[in-house]
C-alpha cells in the first residue's frame, strides 16, 4: 500500500507562510506531479512529506499512519534528488546495496535485491563500475535503484531530470513512465516542467503560492483550467489571453466584442458579466491562418521553423504576448502584418478574477485515441 493524505498542511519560517493550507489524497498506485512556477513551494511541500523539512500544522498520513513526527527512516518512503547524490568511490553495486547494508541484510539478500533492481533499470552490465564512468542518464538510473531496492510505500522524485539534457530528459521521462507501470507503485514527482507533468502524470497538482491552483488529470487542466494561472502554466506554448468586452448573455454562452467584431462564447454565463471585461483564452495551437469566428490581426516580431511547426511571436495592441502555432510551411515572415482566425469552441472565456466560466464541451468525449481516454 502507498495511500498518501494531506490535511490542511502548513509551512511556515517566522512570519512567512510557504504552504498555506494545503490538503491532498493520493491514491495507491497513482503518479501524481507536483508542479508550478520557482517558488511555489513543491519542493517545500515534498519534503515535508519525506520528513526532511518540519511541518508547521496539519496532519500527513501513509496508510493511516499519521506520520508527521516520525524520522524520514520510519516513514516508508524513498526519495531521487535532482543531484544523484551517489558515492564516487563505490561501485553501482554498492551504490545501490548502500541502504540495505545499514539496514544489516544478509549478504544473500542484498546481491538477490540489487541484481533484480539492476536488470529492470538496464544496469546490470555496470554493475562494477563507479558512476564516473557512466552518462548522466545512467548514474540518474542509480539512484533511482538506491530508491526502489528499499522497497517504499512511497517514491518522492524533487526534479530528478533537471540536470540532463533535452535529449535524456526525453528518454528518461518514457524509462520512468514505463517503470512506474511496471512497479505499480505510489510517485509524487516535483517539477517546473509542465510537458514532463503533461507526459507523466495520472493526476497533476498546480500549485501556486503555497495554494493547489488546480488538481486534475492533464487533458482536464489542459482542456477545462479553471483560472488563468493553469490555463498559462499548462500548455506549450502557452494559451494567448486577449481583452474582450461582454455585451450581452443567453443560452447560448457569453457575447463578447474584440475591435470591433462580436461573437458568442459558448460558456455558462454568471451573474454580474454584463459590460465586464473579460480574458479570453486561446490556445496558439488553435489559430489558424484563415477566417474564424474572431480575427485578430497581429505583427509576428520573431518566427521560429521548427520544421512541422511554425511558430509565430507577436504582441497584441495593449503589449500583451501572443503566440501562434501554425503549420511549418505557413506563409508568415517576421515584420509582416498576419491575421489568425480562431473559433469559439476552441476559446476559454475568464472573468474580472481570473476565474474560468464552464466551457460547454465534455472533454472526456473529444475525438482522441482510445488508449488516451482510457488512460484517463
Known sequence: MGQLFLKQVRKSYGHFEVIKGVSLEVNDGEFVVFVGPSGCGKSTLLRMIAGLDATTSGDIVIDG???????????????????????????VFENIAFPLRVEKLPEARIREK?????????????????????????????????????????????????????????????????????????????????????????????????????????????HKPQNTFVAGFIGNPKMNFVPVNCVGVDERGVMITYEGQSATIPVKPKPGLMGQQLTLGIRPEHTRLMAGDINITVKPGVVERLGVNTIAYASLPNGEPYCALLPGSAPVRAD?????????????????NGEALERRIDWQNLDLPASVTAAE
Open 336 to 352: 509582416e502584418p498576419m491575421v489568425t482566425g480562431i473559433m469559439t469552441s476552441d476559446c476559454h472565456l475568464f472573468d474580472q
Open 114 to 222: 540489487v541484481e533484480a533492481v539492476a536488470a529492470i533499470l538496464q544496469l546490470d552490465q555496470r554493475l562494477q563500475q563507479r558512476p564516473g564512468m557512466l552518462s548522466g542518464g545512467q548514474r540518474q538510473r542509480v539512484a533511482i535503484g538506491r530508491a526502489i531496492v528499499r522497497e517504499p510505500k512511497i517514491f518522492l522524485f524533487d526534479e530528478p531530470l533537471s540536470n540532463l539534457d533535452a535529449a535524456l530528459r526525453a528518454d528518461m521521462r518514457i524509462e520512468l513512465t514505463k517503470l512506474h507501470r511496471d512497479l505499480a507503485a505510489t510517485m509524487i514527482y516535483v517539477t517546473h516542467d509542465q510537458i514532463e507533468a503533461m507526459t507523466m502524470a495520472d493526476r497533476i497538482v498546480v500549485l501556486n503560492a503555497g495554494n493547489i491552483a488546480q488538481v486534475g488529470a492533464p487533458l482536464e487542466l489542459y
Open 65 to 91: 499512519d499519521r506520520v508527521n513526527d516520525k524520522p524520514p527512516v520510519e516513514r516508508g518512503i524513498a526519495m531521487v534528488f535532482q543531484s544523484y547524490a551517489l558515492y564516487p568511490h563505490m561501485s
